[in-house]
């Protein structure tokens, strides 16, 4: 949010510098692909509650193909998640403490997130070549297993390159700037007096 963002040297009539701890700016592609598969969703959904409604039938591909846009869907908001160090964590331990050991569990943190994430993209790669050398097909509608497979490496190595970029930021930040920019999203859409407190 512009709000948030350090002004220039010149005061407040400045374009403002985004800083070390400035979300990607290709983090629109996980959020138009969160928009896209809930929309979809809904879509399906919604087209099944009708031919049911009106038909007492249903589609049958919807069941299979909207596992698939969930599975998706909470890949994408992996990815999302890690890119904006909003992903699960423990803040009785990552909250806590000097400024030098939060950086340094932040690190760890996108460090073992882009390591099981390589491996999952790397082992997974594996499972796309036997269902396309295999010519599995899906049980529901009977397309190509591998039309739906292929997806996990590809979003796997999304996420782990998310999360070797926090762990860049991360390491290129002072222990200042760390704390700065951790404590925007406790702050942000509040409003402070003049003295410092809460309004």
């Known amino acids: 949010m512009p709000s948030q963002l350090p ?65 998706v869907l909470a890949l994408v908001g992996g ?27 932040a690190q760890l943190g996108a460090l073992l997130v882009a390591v099981l994430f390589a491996l999952i993209a790397a082992l997974s790669v594996r499972v796309v070549w036997d269902d396309w050398r295999f010519e599995e ?9 591998w039309w739906y497979s292929i997806w996990l490496p590809i979003l796997s190595a999304l996420i782990a390159a998310r999360a070797v970029g926090l762990l860049l930021r991360r390491t290129r930040q002072s222990d200042a700037q760390y704390l700065a920019g951790d404590a925007l999203p406790a702050t942000a859409g509040q409003k402070q007096d003049p003295d410092g407190g809460q309004p």
């Open 79 to 105: 990815s999302s998640a890690v890119a904006r160090d909003q992903h699960i964590r423990i803040e009785f331990f990552c909250a806590a403490g000097p400024a030098l050991r939060r950086r340094r569990l």
């Open 7 to 71: 002004l220039g040297p010149s005061g407040s009539g400045s374009t403002p510098t985004p800083d070390a701890s400035a979300e990607p700016r290709l983090l629109r592609l996980e959020d138009w692909l969160t928009a896209a598969s809930m929309a979809l969703l809904a879509l399906i959904t919604f087209a099944n509650v009708l031919v049911r409604y009106f038909t007492d039938s249903s589609f049958a591909w919807t069941e299979e193909f909207s596992v698939f846009l969930m599975i």
């Open 137 to 145: 097909t899906s049980p529901g509608i009977g397309v190509p297993q």
